[in-house]
């Protein structure tokens, strides 16, 4: 056990429909981070929250992704109308302070068919 | 832009071999570094960090990597390793406050 949740651990959609991970971190850390890793490619920043505030978001992230973390406790990453290149790895961490490191959840695979 | 370079894409060992792991990274400021190793099937795992003091740093399963500031390089060593140690090793830098931005990943493939 990793300390951080993420659920479904795999998703199969189909192009065109929306989808939504959910990341739970570790209780105390106030830092949660969302990155995207595809084969052979190490783990690319997406978007970070500092409690409930989300403080930055990667260019990566088109306007068709959202992210949000209500109330500084699990966070979600939504993408609307998905598209073949939005398979991936998803990945969670949190820290408690950013340089200890971050704690990573297993990942939600999805693969858009 | 700021970017973490490793060399060795897919390393390949029998048991007992030293290994050197290469890492570079673009940043001429403050920066803290890391290695994480990722097992098959498992999630991504601290092996050690760089903060300050002692650039040569030791972290779990008897590796250890060095921070040579005049290279850029935070190289991960094992003196010998298992087959137990076959996995993917990404190096990390994170600029001061910053995020942590990793470097493409090593393959290491221990041979009994």
């Known amino acids: 056990d990793t300390g951080v949740s993420q659920n479904p651990r795999h998703k199969i959609t189909k192009r065109g429909q929306n989808v939504t991970f959910r990341c739970d971190p570790i209780?105390?850390?106030?830092?949660l981070y969302w990155y995207r890793q595809t084969l052979g490619q190490g783990p690319e920043f997406l978007t970070y929250f500092q409690n409930e505030a989300q403080l930055e978001k990667s260019r990566l992230l088109s306007d068709r992704f959202s992210a949000e973390r209500p109330k500084g406790s699990f966070s979600t990453l939504e993408i609307q109308r998905t598209e073949q290149g939005d398979s991936a790895m998803y990945l969670c961490?949190?820290?408690?302070?950013?340089?200890?490191?971050?704690?990573f959840g297993s990942g939600t695979r999805l693969t858009v068919v | 832009a700021q970017s973490v370079s490793q060399h060795n894409h897919h390393v390949i060992l029998s048991e007992a071999a030293s290994l050197e792991l290469g890492c570079n990274y673009s940043y001429g400021g403050t920066v803290n570094l890391f290695w994480y190793v990722q097992y098959p099937g498992q999630h991504l795992q601290l092996l050690l960090k760089y903060f300050s003091g002692d650039p040569l740093v030791k972290g779990i399963k008897g590796f250890e990597a060095e921070f040579i500031k005049s290279k850029f390089s935070f190289n991960l060593r094992k003196p010998s390793v298992q087959w137990s140690d076959t996995a993917e090793y990404f190096c990390a830098v994170m600029p001061a406050a910053d995020k942590l931005i990793f470097g493409t990943g090593t393959r290491l493939q221990v041979f009994p």
């Open positions: 961490a949190s820290s408690e302070r950013q340089m200890y490191g971050y704690t």
């Open positions: 209780s105390e850390h106030n830092r």
